[in-house]
């Protein structure tokens, strides 16, 4: 099992970026999908969480109404499009399967916002 997270980046306040996860050695299509992540000195939260055919979303309230989970089960890809980003969106941003708790995580892609 492999997750593989890219697309992050400097960004200014105000920014956005979209966040890619490739995931394999396992059946992508029949699991919920979500994205975490982890600031520095701070535990690792839950952003959003995807249901496994996408119709069903989850939020933080932290990052309701800015960003976006969706996912290709055709390419076996996750996806989160951030806007509105703030200084305290700076995390390394991690997508794993929650109903899949025993598997490695990746290596997460950095967000860092500032001006």
């Known amino acids: 099992v492999q997750f593989v997270e890219s697309g992050g980046g400097l960004v200014q306040p105000g920014g956005s970026l979209r966040l890619s996860c490739v995931a394999s050695g396992f059946p992508f299509s029949a699991y919920a999908m979500t994205w975490y992540r982890q600031a520095p000195g701070k535990e690792r939260e839950l952003v959003a969480t995807?249901?496994?055919?996408?119709?069903?979303?989850y939020y933080a309230s932290s990052v309701k109404g800015r960003f976006t989970i969706s996912r290709d089960n055709a390419k076996n890809t996750l996806y989160l499009q951030m806007s509105s980003l703030k200084p305290e969106d700076t995390a390394v941003h991690y997508c794993?399967?929650?109903?899949?708790?025993?598997?490695?995580w990746g290596q997460g892609t950095q967000v860092t916002v500032s001006s």
């Open positions: 794993h399967a929650p109903a899949r708790p025993f598997d490695s």
């Open positions: 995807i249901g496994r055919a996408g119709g069903t979303t």
